[in-house]
């Protein structure tokens, strides 16, 4: 799976640490069906939180954005979300007896915190860019992880996880949202993203953003 030129760019200006975000240990025992309920449950309870603030990131890209196909991009971005992704945490969590109302006094975690709150600073304080290249290795990553677990099937508990992740309906948001990604480093810098002066910060970005997806894994190891 690649979802475009800039995401290939950031992904392996990267380096090692995006196969430690997309590989992790949690994501591999995910797979093969030997991660501990009580872990998966804890992550779901942190991910429906972290959730709730990437709405509020995409939200902010809709304020961000420069034309109205990125602010309808943006908008459908935040639908998703709220009423697909999310539906996912509240049905799992609820087969486990956690209802919506808990999950929504859940106590934040630190990393869950810092994650969240760089991404919607990087929108307060940059602009589009700034906001989607933290915001991307949220979504492509799923992409990337949902893609190679499809293959696990029916033969682990979190079938139902992967299959949303892997998922047709997944997969042709990651395919857009790099496509979104293309058009807006297009528009703003030209061909050559990695000639232009602001590669360095946002590779960055994009970078420190999937350091904080491996953090949210460890902290998922972690109830
Ligand atoms: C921490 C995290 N990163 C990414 C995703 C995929 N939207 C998620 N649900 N949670």
């Known amino acids: 799976m690649t979802y475009g030129t800039t995401f290939s760019a950031l992904r392996k200006a990267a380096g090692p640490i995006w196969q430690d975000y997309t590989h992790h240990s949690f994501v591999e025992r995910l797979g093969d069906g030997t991660l501990p309920q009580a872990a998966f449950l804890h992550y779901l309870v942190q ?13 902010l890209a809709v304020a961000k954005a420069g034309t109205l196909d990125e602010m309808r991009y943006c908008a459908g971005v935040v639908h998703a979300l709220l009423h697909e992704e999310m539906q996912l945490h509240v049905a799992l969590c609820g087969e486990a007896g956690i209802n919506a109302r808990q999950l929504e006094q859940a106590e934040e975690r630190p990393e869950n915190l810092a994650y969240t709150r760089y991404v919607l600073d990087a929108g307060y304080s940059g602009d589009f860019l700034d906001l989607l290249t933290a915001l991307a290795p949220c979504v492509l990553g799923y992409g990337e992880i949902g893609n190679r677990l499809s293959h696990c099937g029916e033969t682990t508990p979190y079938a139902d996880w992967i299959a949303t992740y892997g998922g047709a309906g997944y997969q042709h948001l990651c395919t857009e ?6 058009t807006a480093v297009a ?3 030209g061909a050559d993203l ?3 002066p602001r590669w360095a ?5 994009f970078t420190t953003a999937t350091r904080l997806e491996v953090g949210f894994w460890d902290m998922g190891l972690d109830p």
Do not use: C, E, N, P
């Open 187 to 189: 528009q703003r810098i």
């Open 177 to 182: 949202v790099g496509a979104l990604l293309d």
């Open 201 to 205: 910060a946002l590779s960055k970005r």
């Open 194 to 196: 990695a000639a232009s």
């Open 47 to 59: 991910d429906y939180l972290f959730l709730i603030h990437f709405s509020r990131a995409w939200s």
